[in-house]
């Protein structure tokens, strides 16, 4: 009955898709069957397991993971091995053999073939890696749309008066050549010019009578006017790609000192994009014709920005600037470029 039992498990064995490989306490495989000589090509005799499965090298982290398992230290060590041959991959699990009395007796290992399922696992993960470049893709659109909205509305918004029109594509010039002389990062170089192009959205919230008003403004008509910077904000923060483009927009109206609005920040507090815009943006008010008082000079523009350095603008960047006035690389209806547009 016993033989009958030995050879039983003998076929068992051997009918197996799984390659089983046991080896005694000396390191010497004891049993393999069909499928594990099928993959190691050994014939089993006196031969050791280990490098028998690793074509003479045996890898250190599976020296070390066998090790533990021939310690008792685990109960169980897993690795993937390819063959190069075949091309085939195997899954392997090695597990300690023990007596009655629960001593090490030997070492199990069952090798899966996992071929397949990596393969599926590719597919998969290709698949997946085309989905998410696609929502990537809509997402760059979908933004790229809402962005052109918000220039067109700023557009229509500065059409309405002449005084106004083109304004925010001048600021975005300017602020622009500003930014690339005193940060030249390419990627904060666009959030500025794009900031600029957008400052005044927040706009569409003020009253026309105020927009158009060709008087200077009331106290109130000033609190009202001066809530656009936080309006425009709350316009672009839901966009995440934006929210740096929407914290410039809120803080181009700070000062130097502390004095502006909306959050009283003062000097490097205020984020440097919003310091380059300030410059931009009194810069172009200042050069412009308004309706209720006529455009300055170039010198005389210059003058006054010389005036407010350290009070109402960055010293640093506001020297910056007027180099660039006195080269004539800022001048007072600077070209607009159509991508500004």
Wanted: glycine content about 8%; hydrophobic content about 40%; some cysteine.
């Amino acid at each position: 009955m016993e033989r009958d039992n030995g050879e039983l498990m003998r076929l068992v064995l051997d009918q197996l898709p799984d390659g089983v490989v046991i080896a005694g306490t000396d390191g010497r495989v004891v049993l393999l069957n069909d499928a594990a000589r099928r993959i190691t090509g050994c014939h089993g005799g006196d031969t050791l397991a280990f490098p028998m499965l690793f074509a003479d090298a045996v890898p250190d982290d599976v020296e070390r993971g066998v090790d533990a398992v021939r310690s008792g230290t685990v109960s169980e060590f897993s690795f993937a091995e390819g063959d190069a041959s075949s091309g085939r991959v195997y899954q392997n699990v090695c597990v300690p053999v023990l007596g009655a009395d629960g001593s090490y007796a030997g070492t199990a290992l069952v090798a899966r073939d996992i071929t397949e399922r990596q393969l599926q696992d590719a597919r998969h993960q290709a698949t997946v890696s085309g989905l998410e470049q696609q929502v990537a893709d809509l997402q760059a659109a979908l933004q790229e749309h809402f962005v052109d909205g918000m220039i067109a509305l700023v557009d229509a918004l500065e059409a309405r008066d002449r005084y106004t029109c083109g304004h925010s594509a001048r600021v975005a010039v300017v602020a622009d050549k500003l930014a690339q002389r005193v940060i030249g990062r390419a990627a904060e170089c666009a959030e500025i010019q794009l900031a600029a192009r957008l400052h005044d959205i927040g706009k569409v919230a003020v009253p026309d009578s105020l927009l158009d008003k060709p008087s200077s403004l009331t106290q109130d008509e000033v609190e009202v006017m001066d809530t656009h910077p936080v309006v425009g904000e709350s316009i672009l923060r839901p966009i995440v790609e934006l929210r740096g483009v929407a914290l410039i927009i809120r803080n181009h109206h700070e000062r130097w000192d502390g004095t502006g609005y909306p959050d009283g920040l003062a000097g490097t507090r205020i984020p440097i994009g919003s310091r380059v815009l300030a410059l931009a943006d009194t810069w172009d008010a200042m050069t412009s014709e308004r309706p209720y008082r006529s455009s300055l000079s170039v010198s005389e523009a210059r003058s006054e920005i010389e005036a407010h350095l350290g009070s109402q603008f960055d010293p640093v960047i506001g020297t910056v600037f007027l180099q660039l006035v006195d080269s004539g690389e800022v001048t007072a209806v600077p070209e607009v470029d159509a991508r500004i547009r």
